[in-house]
């Protein structure tokens, strides 16, 4: 099987409706199966799936599991030669599958790849590109881990223009609204990390790649609509707890474990313990 489709959703009902309809037009000259994780919804999400996407492997947590755990959850039963991990509140182009596919058949040296993110006003997100966001670059800058993400531009401002919509590039991250994978690197790096549950197993991942010695890219040539609805209320605090939380991880894996190594484009590095403590 060429491609499978892993989406996680959590009380998104109508938007994840329209998600997956764009998904299976997407993915209508692919051979691919739809990999649908709810994570104890309470509205009539379990409902409308088993009615209108019956043919889909439908998988329910009886408990709220978190994202990064759902999605290792349906990647143990997948079988694609490719993952896609896509964010159930995002509208998928209809070409969006041929072309990422084709790209990364082309680029062998590829682990994953984005693609353009627009709003739903057609407004194009940054994040597209950066693969984080304001709050996480500080973070790197802080810490001193910015050094380690050279082509994120770290230290340019987002209206110097160096962030070009349309242009392919090698990135450091990959936005976790749309990760398109090869699975024989998401076997080699390990999944993501769990005790990031919303927020952050994305970047993570996205570093362990780099670390394999594989690229992460930007690809601009189809887009996504992202309504952004998972993110909810940055004044929660489930909301706090998980996003900084991730933060707090990410440096303790990548600041205090470090046996030194060298990756081809990617300057001195520290490369953590891909297994994950359980």
Not at 25 to 49: N, P
Not at 135 to 145: D, I
Request: hydrophobic share 40%; net charge positive.
């Amino acid at each position: 099987m060429k491609l499978s489709v892993i989406v996680v959703n959590y009380n998104m009902c109508a938007l994840l409706k329209a998600s997956l309809s764009s998904l299976i037009k997407a993915c209508k000259h692919i051979d691919y199966e739809l990999i649908v994780v709810d994570d104890a919804s309470t509205d009539r999400s379990v409902k409308m799936l088993e009615q209108e996407f019956s043919t889909a492997n439908i998988i329910h947590n009886e408990k709220q599991l978190g994202t990064a755990k759902s999605r290792n959850l349906a990647t143990t039963q997948a079988s694609g030669q490719y993952i896609l991990l896509v964010n159930a509140d995002t509208i998928t182009a209809s070409n969006a599958l041929d072309g990422t596919l084709a790209f990364m058949e082309e680029h062998t040296d590829a682990g994953g790849l984005s693609v353009r993110m627009l709003t739903p006003q057609g407004r194009f997100l940054h994040v597209s590109r950066r693969g984080f966001n304001k709050a996480w670059e500080n973070f790197f800058k802080l810490t001193g881990l910015a050094k380690h993400f050279v082509k994120s531009r770290l230290y340019k401002h987002e209206n110097n223009n160096w962030v070009d919509e349309f242009e392919t590039a090698e990135v450091d991250v990959i936005n976790g609204a749309f990760m398109l994978l090869r699975r024989s690197v998401l076997n080699e790096v390990g999944e993501l990390d769990e005790r990031m549950a919303m927020f952050g197993h994305d970047i993570d991942l996205s570093y362990r790649i780099r670390l394999a010695g594989y690229k992460n890219y930007y690809y601009p040539k189809t887009y996504i609509l992202n309504y952004r609805e998972h993110l909810g209320s940055k004044f929660t605090w489930t909301y706090i707890r998980h996003f900084y939380g991730a933060m707090i991880i990410f440096a303790a894996k990548y600041m205090f474990r470090m046996p030194e190594i060298k990756m081809p484009d990617v300057p001195q590095i520290f490369a953590p313990k891909y297994e994950l403590e359980k």
